[in-house]
């Protein structure tokens, strides 16, 4: 068992270096858009099925309480979280519309939506990313290798491996450099 932990680890490290090392640009870009939006009195909305909704709310929580400094709370809202919303959603129409309802409903021009499937082609995921472009909202993609809502969003943050587990355990650490980077635009005096 220590070598199934220990094979555990270095693959965790092994694809959290290349999704860095393949995303330094994007991620700085991304934060920049980010902060931009929420000066400008926008929001971040994010939205993801099964660990990618849950790693949805951790991201949006972290932006709305506090990453690791005192600070205003910041505007975010995790797509995943209402469940009267979704099922009466997915009940009505369908499950491919749980996000892209939400994201006409919510979504204003200059918001952020950020999509995160790790397959890429998460049929909701993509829908909600396509209703977001047409309402002027930006876009932002967190994948594996790529898929359908890589292709169409402004920034696409993908991780180039196969490994499901893998994929977001590099997620939720670009979603931490992102809270990172943005509290460092937003408060510099607070570093």
Known sequence: MINIIEKTLEESVTAKKAAIKENNQRLIETARLMAQSLTAGGKILIFGNGG????????????VNRFQTERVPLASIALTTDSSIITSIGNDYSFEEIFSKQVTALGRKNDVAIGISTSGNSPNVVKALKAAEKKGVHTVAFTGKGG????????????????????????ILMGHILCDLVDRILFPENF
């Open 52 to 63: 990618s909704a849950a790693d949805a709310q951790h991201i949006a929580a972290e932006f």
């Open 148 to 171: 359908r809502a890589a292709d169409m969003a402004e920034i696409a943050l993908t991780v180039p491996i196969g490994n499901t587990a893998r994929i977001q355990e590099s997620h």
